[in-house]
């Protein structure tokens, strides 16, 4: 192994989530340097979409993430892989801990962590050499609100998941990214005047004073690709939100 080759020019690059948001944003930036990506989520039509869109030509697979015979199915079918992304996510259960239905709330893990979990587990035994997963967590975790909980709870979670791995899976590499608020379709459960007033307060009050583009948080999870001197890490992509 190469550790001087940073490239990800004929890397196999399997994003899981990778249909539209911050996935997609990394498949386009992966594909771009020559990457052959292969994009994953659980809506055939949106996957089909997203491959016509990469510059260049990519693979797509449809799965549902949060069920573990359809992930182990997926890596059966991929077979071996250089890099994994783990980007999907759901809109995520907001409200107080005295409001919150405990049952409801469990099954928001089903996709964020254990979907993670089944993926790291299923493609672990696939990776070439000098292979990492880019796994996903959320500014939630150091700097919740009230009412988020499940978030914040969710994206601890991926970060001590990510540690235990990058000691468990070694020499594979395991690392996160913990992106701020991100404009994706993550928020289209919003109206449109309440997306854009929660837009523009989050930009006037971050330091960067702009909401993340997709395209700007995808550029962590290509570092931590090709950084062979980065495991365990946490790559904060906030804008500065955590500072203020
Ligand atoms: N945007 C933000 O502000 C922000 C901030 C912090 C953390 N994050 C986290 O970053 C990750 C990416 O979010 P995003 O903003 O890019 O959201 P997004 O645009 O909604 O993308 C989510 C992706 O997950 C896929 N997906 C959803 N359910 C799935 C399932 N059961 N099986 C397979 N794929 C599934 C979706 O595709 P299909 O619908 O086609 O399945 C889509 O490709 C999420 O974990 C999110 O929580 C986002």
Redesign the pocket.
């Known amino acids: 192994m190469d550790n001087l080759n940073f490239s990800l020019e004929g890397k196999k690059v399997v994003i899981?989530?990778?249909?539209?948001?911050?996935?997609?944003a990394v498949a386009q930036a992966a594909a771009a340097e020559g990457a052959q990506v292969i994009i994953?989520?659980?809506?055939a039509a949106?996957?089909q979409r997203a491959v016509a869109e990469l510059p260049g030509t990519g693979l797509g697979m449809q799965?549902?993430?949060?069920d573990e015979a359809s992930v182990k199915r997926l890596f059966e079918e991929i077979s071996t892989l250089d890099h994994l992304v783990f980007?999907?996510?759901?809109n995520?259960l907001l409200g107080n801990i005295s409001e919150t239905e405990i049952g409801t709330a469990r099954e928001f893990f089903n996709?964020?962590y254990w979907?993670a979990f089944a993926a790291v587990k299923y493609a672990a035994p696939r990776m070439n050499a000098g292979g990492s997963f880019v796994l996903?967590?959320?500014?939630?975790s150091p700097r919740p609100n009230a009412g988020w909980a499940i978030g914040a709870s969710i994206?601890a979670a991926m970060e001590g998941f990510t540690r235990a791995m990058a000691v468990e899976l070694a020499p594979l590499r395991v690392n996160l990214v913990?992106?701020?608020?991100?404009?994706?379709?993550?928020?289209?459960g919003m109206g449109d005047t309440e997306r854009d007033a929660f837009y523009e307060n989050v930009a006037n009050a971050l330091p960067v004073r702009h909401v993340?583009e997709?395209e700007q948080v995808a550029q962590a999870y290509i570092y931590l690709m090709k950084q062979p001197f980065s495991t365990g890490q946490i790559l904060v992509t906030d804008g500065g939100a955590v500072l203020v």
């Open positions: 899981l989530g990778g249909s539209s948001g911050i996935g997609l994953v989520s659980s809506n949106r996957v799965a549902d993430l949060s980007t999907a996510g759901e995520l996709l964020r979907g996903t967590g959320g500014i939630a994206c913990s992106p701020g608020i991100i404009r994706t379709n993550l928020w289209s993340g997709a």
